[in-house]
């Protein structure tokens, strides 16, 4: 089926998610069809027109399944059905054909860690008894000193990972929330139980599934409780089933853990698909706060190879904050003291902004983060509002400052809702920076110049080229470290990404002699650069500025490099009076004198003078000629600072050409462009 933006559907690449785009959003977030303040499928399904025109080519959906929302829905009480706030299942599946037919895919949670207490498997475990196949759904002890050692996730709130249960007279164990009891994967009854959630959703028409918290699926005492094996064991066995019965679908693991810990989520190509990158997003913070390269290139020099089948996920903000638990802690008061000098930014162990207000609204690094983001190796997630520069309410509880309505007009609830503004889930921002008077998508689409439209040109770009998403990366080492440049490769592409992480102009010289002979094109602008030869590349780049080239073998050379042509350097403007033009007197004799003869005359042929450095001429004498269908003068000029043999006068004649025929007379008159007018 044809969409109406002219897509025709999801591509049948089984390596799809490696050149996707993924848009980030929450349904009870972007749009309220039904006016009673919560957003909803039918919204949403209003609205895929703007995710689709930005280029976006997957849609991740926070959880929207019916829950107590102590978490924001990552507490499920029911992995069947639909949060009737949200809508109906009848609303989910035309959410799922609507983005299909707009070339959409869709990547929904599957959060199996853990459930709420409120869960019907926790409310019949805690009443079942000790031993039996419903009480092993989860994790029970008589004592809260088992698995001593784990590390408790969320500091601010949390003491424990376990707690008392008193209708079951045991501690459950939990590795986030109290009130999210964790499953028990040593259950076979619990292995099945999430295979039957898994086809549900795939049956439903779901492309990719995103598993929530795996590194913590499997407990063993005398361990960390993390990266078990027993939890590769467990992906294991989804991965098979989802690739015997389901094609071109995906797993994307959220593991917050060390690249070479993530590594092995990716199994040989049989577990999961994807990954997040975490440690990468705070250095890319880091290295422009810094103005240093060295914390991305750190890290990517850490980043393990991964199987051909895989694929990392790269992100700059999500709905959580961003998370400092993979830097060191020299870093992470350094990333403090800079991006949350309120304390009331920082939550657990990072900070609880977007990334508008992270870079003080500075359009210019919003965009030299957006390059970055979208150059690294991975597939890049855009969180929804970023692409407008949305901002944040860190005054509201937890992390929903974070998750406020999306802004798309200047109406009422920022055109989120409808409904009185007391209804809404959560207020929209009002501040006069960030507020949706200031800040929507209805300004913005209107403004060829705005942030959204900037946005969906770079992505335009980057879905061009595989080599951005399936290339590999070869960073270059300029002696000047406040510019980052990489090269990126895939098949015959070749692209060179260059950044400076300062505020201020820097210039770099770099080494390509390996690419001697192309010609780079700045792919934004679609602009030749000079050809790069035998020595170091030299380039200038304005404060927190990128270039993307496109080095290329075919590309034509600017038209200005190499040896000048025989016409004038630029187009001048003379004045002459309209009654009686003379070439004495005033601004015309000066440029005729100074600017325009002594470029002209070494070019000409019959110039015996070549060699001479002119440094002016001088019009000795000029006879005005009027016929039929020529006007102008025959000049006398004489030479300054030329030899005695060179001082002989020239007979010159000069075409007078009026008006718009002016400049294609350019190339073969000695006259630059003229204007007839009143002044002397």
């Not at 939990?174 to 795939?202: C, K």
């Not at 520069?389 to 809702?417: A, C, E, H, K």
């Not at 300054?640 to 050409?657: F, I, K, M, N």
Request: charged share 25%; with cysteine; net charge negative.
């Amino acid at each position: 089926m044809r969409a109406r933006n002219g897509r025709s559907g999801p591509s049948q690449d089984p390596l799809w998610y490696k050149d996707a785009i993924i848009y980030q959003l929450h349904v009870k977030a972007y749009f309220d069809a039904n006016d009673d303040g919560i957003g909803d499928f039918v919204g949403l399904t209003q609205k895929l027109d703007h995710i689709a025109e930005l280029g976006a080519t997957v849609v991740w959906l926070l959880p929207f399944y019916p829950s107590p929302l102590r978490d924001d829905g990552y507490d499920i009480a029911d992995y069947k059905s639909i949060n009737p706030t949200y809508g109906t299942m009848h609303d989910f599946r035309t959410f799922v054909r609507a983005a299909h037919e707009r070339g959409l895919r869709v990547i929904t949670e599957l959060v199996i860690n853990h459930t709420s207490d409120q869960h019907p498997w926790f409310q019949r475990a805690r009443r079942a008894k000790r031993g039996s196949a419903y009480r092993d759904f989860y994790v029970w002890s008589d004592v809260d000193t088992k698995y001593a050692g784990t590390r408790i996730i969320f500091t601010d709130t949390e003491t424990s990972n376990w707690s008392w249960d008193p209708l079951a007279g045991q501690y459950y164990w939990h590795r986030f929330f109290s009130h999210q009891p964790d499953l028990n994967f040593e259950s076979p009854r619990v292995v099945r139980a999430v295979i039957d959630v898994m086809r549900f959703w795939l049956d439903a028409g779901v492309d990719g599934m995103r598993l929530d918290a795996v590194p913590y699926l499997c407990e063993r005492e005398g361990t960390s409780n993390e990266n078990l094996p027993e939890t590769h064991g467990v992906l294991r066995v989804l991965r098979a089933v989802l690739e015997n019965e389901y094609e071109g679908k995906i797993f994307l693991a959220e593991a917050n853990q060390w690249p070479e810990d993530v590594r092995a989520y990716f199994g040989d190509g049989d577990e999961c698909h994807m990954a997040f990158h975490f440690p990468l997003m705070p250095r890319m913070f880091m290295a422009i706060a810094e103005e240093d390269r060295y914390p991305i290139v750190d890290i990517m020099r850490q980043t393990p190879e991964i199987p051909e089948n895989c694929q990392w996920a790269i992100f700059l903000r999500n709905h959580d904050e961003m998370t400092l638990e993979m830097v060191t802690n020299r870093e992470r008061d350094y990333m403090y003291k800079v991006y949350a000098t309120d304390p009331r930014a920082r939550i657990n162990i990072g900070i609880r902004r977007r990334l508008a207000p992270l870079m003080e609204n500075d359009r210019r690094r919003m965009e030299l983060m957006a390059g970055l983001l979208m150059s690294m190796p991975g597939t890049p997630i855009v969180y929804y509002g970023d692409e407008i520069g949305m901002g944040d309410n860190i005054y509201l509880r937890d992390r929903d400052g974070v998750r406020t309505p999306m802004q798309w007009s200047i109406d009422r609830n920022g055109g989120f809702s409808r409904s009185d503004p007391a209804r809404l889930y959560l207020p929209p921002v009002m501040d006069a920076v960030y507020g949706y008077q200031t800040v929507n998508v209805e300004a913005q689409t209107r403004s060829p110049s705005s942030l959204v439209n900037w946005w969906r040109k770079l992505i335009a770009v980057r879905q061009g080229y595989r080599a951005f998403g399936r290339g590999t990366i070869s960073f270059l080492t300029p002696a000047n470290r406040k510019v980052i440049a990489y090269v990126r490769e895939h098949g015959n592409e070749t692209i060179l990404c260059v950044a400076n992480l300062a505020r201020s102009p820097q210039a770099v010289a770099l080494d390509l002699a390996r690419w001697r002979g192309r010609i780079p094109v700045e792919m934004l602008g679609w602009s030749p650069f000079p050809t790069v030869g035998a020595d170091r590349y030299v380039l200038t780049l304005p404060g927190h500025a990128f270039y993307w080239f496109l080095l290329s073998e075919a590309a034509v050379a600017a038209s200005w490099e190499g040896e000048p042509r025989e016409r004038l350097p630029e187009l001048l403007t003379l004045v002459f009076a309209r009654d009686n033009p003379t070439l004495f007197g005033g601004r015309t004799q000066l440029l005729l004198e100074y600017e325009i003869l002594p470029a002209y005359l070494p070019k000409q042929r019959w110039f015996g003078a070549k060699d001479a450095k002119l440094p002016g001429v001088s019009i000795a004498d000029a006879f005005r000629f009027d016929w039929s269908d020529a006007h102008g003068f025959f000049a006398i000029v004489t030479l300054s600072g030329a030899t005695e043999d060179a001082r002989l006068p020239y007979l010159l004649p000069l075409a007078l050409v009026e008006g718009d025929d002016a400049e294609s007379a350019l190339g073969s008159a000695a006259l630059a462009r003229t204007r007839t007018g009143a002044r002397e």
